[in-house]
């Protein structure tokens, strides 16, 4: 139908001087020149295609001191409503810059082997996929063509889960608090990407070649001026996978392929950053969320967000994102008690995860699951950790937890003090035998929960959500503090405090 009107498009009216009347007269020209038109669109809209689709084209985007956006401020298709609904205000943006409580932070520019070349094999980073894909827009992986608020915009991303330091890195290089004189630094940042190093390396039988990397660079930051002023308890690093991946343990037990970062001793005088501390020794360990998909580049992108998640309409009383674990005893026993009460509950949506589906990496099917429920659980998989718990808290869903140090020992800095203001904790150890889940029926405990005490639960899930949300590192003014932003903040008082006492 379009080319046919196209085609029509392309007679023309002349004079007929024989009957003196307009014809209709075919112009050969004017068709040969829109053959020529149309053959060079679709050639170009197949080349487009092609590069967006083919993902051996794709080639990370890092960040870059010279030139830290090298994208183009992408235009939103959200703008700021003019009212705001409900507890839901809008933003007032205020011109960026440094926050009253942080610091100035120093960025180092460590050679690029300790970051940058470790992505340049992104194929090998991961022994179960390809981290090429996720690697480019600085971390944030590739745009979703169409958002969870069925539009299409720039703040939605298919974000890896442990990529925050790329984006981290990212952030930092264009930050309000950035200096570039480390004499005017209070806080000077690592960007060792430890953890893809970790992950690439995880097969490597030779423990001396697993720690290597890291030891050359212990070795190349004590010999800089900037660690010999504080013996380096004002830096910190920033790592992406959680502390048991760098906690190797020296005793003769199973090896899972961890190196021995976090037992340097030089490492234990800087603060470290991950998406999973350990629990019990880490006490130079800060935990920070798990990048989730919303990235948002002006604050009417937040606004928006906030006010459709709290007005969304939540048909399940609760729900559970994820697979069944192996074995007996433990995180697996409980994890799979879990699901199998969800399974038998009207009230419960299981939306399952496992080898044969690659179901949950969309991320449009698992906000849609977690907005169409009250409530979120939450127990504990691999670790003790998950980046359900933010996917939940950005759906506006209300947390449960079945262990302590999936959020409460971890996210201090991130989430309120009290739980019961955002959460339920159903107690359930991940003990050997795990039995106390066992006693529990969890359709039961949650109708318990007054409605009331829900509505007043939601609200403060989604004040949580700007605080918990990784800005795009290319926008220039998003309106709300971030990760980050709260990174920074906490990280300077906690430094000085530190500081103050070794000098005192």
């Keep these: 139908?379009?080319?046919?009107?196209?085609?029509?498009?392309?007679?023309?009216?002349?004079?007929?001087?024989?009957?003196?009347?307009?014809?209709?007269?075919?112009?050969?020209?004017?068709?040969?020149?829109?053959?020529?038109?149309?053959?060079?669109?679709?050639?170009?809209?197949?080349?487009?295609l092609?590069?967006?689709?083919?993902?051996?084209?794709?080639?990370?985007?890092?960040?870059?001191?010279?030139?830290p956006r090298l994208l183009v401020k992408p235009k939103s298709s959200l703008s700021s409503p003019s009212s705001s609904v409900g507890t839901i205000k809008k933003p007032i943006v205020a011109p960026r810059k440094c926050h009253v409580t942080s610091s100035n932070v120093y960025v180092y520019d460590l050679p690029p082997k300790?970051?940058?070349?470790?992505?340049?094999?992104?194929?090998?980073?991961?022994?179960?996929?390809?981290?090429?894909?996720?690697?480019?827009?600085?971390?944030?992986?590739?745009?979703?063509?169409?958002?969870?608020?069925?539009?299409?915009?720039?703040?939605?991303?298919?974000?890896?889960?442990?990529?925050?330091?790329?984006?981290?890195?990212?952030?930092?290089?264009?930050?309000?608090?950035?200096?570039?004189?480390?004499?005017h630094a209070d806080l000077f940042y690592v960007p060792f990407y430890g953890g893809f190093h970790a992950s690439s390396n995880f097969h490597e039988p030779n423990h001396n070649a697993r720690d290597l990397l890291a030891v050359e660079l212990m070795e190349y930051?004590?010999?800089?001026?900037?660690?010999?002023?504080?013996?380096?308890?004002?830096?910190?690093?920033?790592?992406?996978?959680?502390?048991?991946?760098?906690?190797?343990?020296?005793?003769q037990g199973p090896d899972f392929g961890a190196?021995?970062?976090?037992?340097?001793?030089?490492v234990q005088n800087m603060s470290v950053l991950l998406v999973e501390r350990q629990p019990w020794t880490g006490t130079n360990q800060y935990g920070i969320p798990y990048p989730s998909y919303f990235h948002p580049s002006m604050p009417g992108e937040m606004w928006m967000w906030l006010k459709h998640v709290s007005e969304q309409e939540r048909p399940y009383l609760f729900s559970f994102v994820g697979g069944p674990r192996n074995g007996v005893g433990g995180k697996g026993t409980v994890r799979n008690e879990i699901i199998r009460q969800c399974k038998d509950s009207?009230?419960?949506?299981?939306?399952?995860?496992?080898?044969?589906?690659?179901?949950?990496?969309?991320?449009?099917?698992?906000?849609?699951?977690?907005?169409?429920?009250?409530?979120c659980l939450q127990t504990p998989g691999d670790s003790f950790t998950r980046r359900s718990t933010f996917d939940s808290i950005l759906a506006g869903c209300i947390p449960v937890f079945f262990s302590p140090h999936t959020a409460y020992t971890q996210y201090q800095w991130f989430l309120p003090e009290?739980?019961?203001?955002?959460?339920?904790?159903?107690?359930?150890?991940?003990?050997?035998?795990?039995?106390?889940?066992?006693?529990?029926?969890?359709?039961?405990?949650?109708?318990?929960?007054?409605?009331?005490?829900?509505?007043?639960?939601?609200?403060?899930?989604?004040d949580l959500?700007?605080?918990?949300?990784?800005?795009?590192?290319?926008?220039?003014?998003?309106?709300?503090?971030?990760?980050?932003?709260?990174?920074?903040?906490?990280?300077?008082?906690q430094i000085k405090s530190l500081v103050l006492s070794s000098s005192s």
């Design 114 to 183: 300790f970051n940058y070349d470790i992505l340049k094999d992104c194929h090998h980073l991961n022994m179960f996929s390809d981290i090429c894909p996720h690697v480019v827009n600085f971390g944030l992986g590739q745009p979703m063509s169409v958002d969870p608020l069925n539009a299409s915009t720039s703040s939605w991303f298919t974000t890896y889960q442990f990529m925050n330091e790329v984006i981290f890195h990212a952030r930092l290089l264009d930050h309000p608090c950035l200096t570039t004189d480390p004499a």
């Design 50 to 67: 092609f590069s967006r689709c083919n993902p051996t084209t794709m080639t990370p985007q890092l960040p870059h001191r010279a030139s």
């Design 346 to 375: 009207d009230r419960c949506e299981f939306f399952v995860c496992n080898g044969t589906t690659n179901w949950c990496h969309d991320p449009n099917d698992v906000m849609k699951v977690m907005m169409n429920s009250q409530f």
């Design 418 to 462: 009290e739980p019961s203001d955002y959460s339920v904790y159903l107690e359930a150890d991940d003990t050997v035998n795990a039995t106390k889940i066992l006693g529990i029926d969890i359709e039961k405990e949650l109708m318990k929960v007054p409605r009331e005490k829900i509505a007043a639960m939601r609200q403060r899930v989604i």
């Design 221 to 251: 930051l004590q010999g800089q001026p900037m660690w010999a002023e504080n013996d380096g308890k004002d830096h910190f690093l920033v790592l992406g996978r959680t502390a048991w991946d760098f906690m190797r343990n020296t005793n």
């Design 465 to 493: 959500i700007p605080t918990i949300s990784y800005a795009n590192p290319n926008s220039t003014n998003y309106g709300f503090r971030d990760v980050v932003d709260v990174t920074i903040g906490a990280l300077s008082l």
């Design 259 to 266: 190196n021995s970062l976090l037992n340097m001793p030089a």
């Design 1 to 48: 139908m379009v080319i046919r009107r196209l085609r029509n498009s392309t007679t023309s009216w002349r004079f007929d001087p024989n009957g003196g009347r307009a014809k209709l007269v075919s112009s050969f020209v004017s068709r040969w020149k829109l053959s020529i038109l149309l053959a060079s669109f679709f050639l170009l809209w197949s080349l487009f």
